[in-house]
């Protein structure tokens, strides 16, 4: 059985690695969709009658073409 002295190190092990993993992917990311990204959001929220697949599917061809 687990004893709290090594449950404790095992769980901070496992945040740390989250957390780098995280890091990384932030660090990597494509910033240039994030315009788009803020577009779409914006859309969404401001007109969730008018927004349907393809109002997201222009705003996702508009994605891959900043890629």
């Known amino acids: 059985m687990l004893t709290w002295e ?3 190190p095992l769980g901070a092990l496992a945040l740390g690695v989250v957390l ?4 990384w992917r932030n660090k990597h990311r494509n ?3 994030d315009p788009v990204t803020q577009a779409a959001t914006r859309e969404e929220y401001d007109y969730p009658d008018r927004y349907d697949d393809k109002t997201h599917d222009q705003y996702e061809a508009e994605a891959e073409r900043r890629k």
Not at 20 to 23: C, G, N, Q, R, T
């Open 6 to 8: 090594l449950v404790f």
């Open 20 to 23: 780098a993993v995280m890091l």
């Open 31 to 33: 910033k240039r969709v």
